[in-house]
């Protein structure tokens, strides 16, 4: 008890007298956390949108002549079902009555599209998804050469290949955001430990002086520490305000304004951010102050 | 011990009892400083054993040199105050390190500061007092532990002469309560006054070695 109270004052006093360091110690994790946290969510909405792209990438429409029988339509669902690339849960028959209110819904605001109609033009049809986008080709050709009462089956309608490019290019994406995400978190931890490095060369004499008179490490190591944590935990608390503020007030926008884009942020993201930059700050400080300590404690 | 084959000391045998008062004189670069540094392990010898209380320091572990460091108190030819801390808080310091509680250190720091002549100066900053003051903030530190052994590098360097017999006069008092005293110097007249046991070293060797002596260099 009293050792702790002894080191916070050390602490606050090491702070207040190295207080330009310490706002750039603070500053350094502000900066990298904060572009760390802007990575991670812009990442997750690129990958939620991503997701929702590639929903409509794998999917495939059977369209079937209304000539087929109860019989033939059975087959053909077990055919599709058998596919092993296709989600056997996902296949579903869409009558011809379902795609017409559908068709309804849709242009409800539009009724001269729909309102003369007397009999339904659509086709009875069978929808389903394939279990990875990329096989949507090879479902497609399977279906189209395979399957069982052919001359019922009328059109077969999936995603271009454009999309698929896109889906690459996505892929990408993905590869750049893990890399960008890694190497903030090393500058961050080098910068700050260079920062502290500084803080403490300015005071090597100080450490050497503690050595003499029988200090032991640890007790020449604690104040330190703690203002590295101290440092890196207001240094994370701003980055959470900037995360935050630059959600609120820039991504909800562009959600709202854009939501053909189906942009979207995971509902659990930012209760893991956050506690995950606090702790970040934190080990942050924690590390660059003990490794910097080092090379200073040889007397 | 330092670069080339020039050794800072060389061939120094010698035994200081439990209690007893040494001057260790010689011009400088004769190595006083160096025998100091040798027996707080701020430097090692290349060869050769140092044993302090029939135990060899040469084989003791690192993580122990603290507790050997709050055994010794030294007084620093340049002091060695922490700059940002208060006459004070740097005597304090040395009973921190050693966890002592806050109640025995508010207690004991004023009243060694007092017996050195700064009970009126508890607050000031290192950077606020002549060298004779920082001369007695550092003595003031290396015995508030009560070490068993103290060693004083030049503690009248930096002092008026009518103060530097005051300082020594201080290191004697302390001696008498039982604890080894060693005391570098090249100031002869305090040497000559006080007649103890004189150490002469000269180019890192032991020239002299004598009870109640004087300092002898011309």
């Known amino acids: ?299 | 011990m330092y670069k080339g084959n020039v050794y800072a000391l060389e061939d120094i045998t010698l035994d200081i009892e439990k209690g007893e008062f040494a001057f260790l004189v010689g011009p400088s670069g004769s190595g006083k400083t160096t025998f100091i540094k040798l027996l707080i392990k701020e430097e090692e010898p290349t060869s050769g054993q140092i044993y302090i209380a029939d135990a060899n320091i040469n084989q003791l572990r690192k993580w122990k040199v603290p507790y050997l460091r709050r055994k010794i108190g030294c007084v620093f030819q340049d002091f060695k105050l922490l700059p940002h801390k208060t006459v004070f808080q740097n005597v304090a310091y040395a009973m921190e390190v050693t966890g002592k509680s806050h109640r025995l250190i508010e207690q004991q720091v004023p009243e060694v500061l007092k017996l050195v002549g700064l009970g009126h100066k508890l607050d000031a900053f290192p950077d606020e007092l002549s060298g004779g003051e920082q001369q007695r903030v550092a003595i003031a530190r290396a015995f508030i532990n009560r070490p068993p052994i103290l060693l004083a590098d030049e503690p009248t360097g930096n002092v008026d002469p009518s103060l530097g017999a005051g300082i020594v006069r201080l290191l004697e008092k302390i001696n008498s309560t039982g604890t080894t005293v060693i005391v570098a110097t090249h100031d002869k007249a305090i040497v000559d006054n006080f007649r103890k046991r004189v150490i002469a070293l000269e180019n890192g060797r032991i020239i002299r070695d004598q009870d109640r002596g004087v300092y002898g260099y011309e």
């Open chain 1, 1 to 299: 008890m009293n050792k702790a109270k002894y080191f916070a004052a050390e602490t606050w006093a090491s702070l207040r007298k190295n207080i330009i360091l310490a706002v750039a110690a603070i500053a350094v994790v502000a900066v990298s956390l904060g572009i760390l946290g802007l990575v991670v969510m812009g990442w997750n909405m690129f990958s939620n949108m991503i997701k929702n792209a590639e929903r409509k990438v794998g999917e495939v429409d059977i369209y079937l002549s209304d000539l087929t029988s109860a019989e033939e339509l059975q087959t053909i669902e077990a055919f599709l079902v058998s596919i092993p690339e296709v989600d056997a849960k996902s296949v579903y028959y869409k009558s011809k009555d379902e795609a017409l209110a559908e068709f309804k819904e849709r242009f409800k605001d539009q009724p001269e599209l729909w309102e003369y109609i007397d009999e339904n033009p659509l086709p009875n049809s069978y929808e389903l998804m394939t279990k990875d986008p990329k096989d949507v080709g090879m479902v497609v050709g399977r279906i189209g050469n395979e399957a069982p009462y052919r001359e019922r089956i009328e059109d077969i309608k999936s995603a271009s290949s454009a999309i698929e490019k896109l889906e690459n290019i996505f892929d990408k994406f993905r590869q750049i955001g893990i890399v960008a995400v890694i190497s903030l978190a090393i500058i961050a931890i080098l910068l700050v430990s260079v920062t502290i490095q500084v803080a403490i060369f300015a005071r090597r004499r100080e450490v050497g002086i503690m050595k003499l008179v029988g200090a032991t490490n640890w007790f020449i190591r604690w104040p330190f520490i703690l203002e590295g944590i101290l440092e890196g935990l207001v240094g994370s608390f701003i980055a959470i305000l900037v995360a935050l503020s630059v959600k609120v007030w820039i991504l909800d926008k562009l959600m709202e304004n854009l939501h053909f884009l189906r942009l979207s942020l995971s509902s659990g993201l930012l209760l893991v951010l956050i506690p995950c930059i606090l702790v970040g700050g934190v080990i942050i400080g924690a590390l660059g102050s003990a490794y910097s300590l080092g090379r200073f404690l040889e007397v």
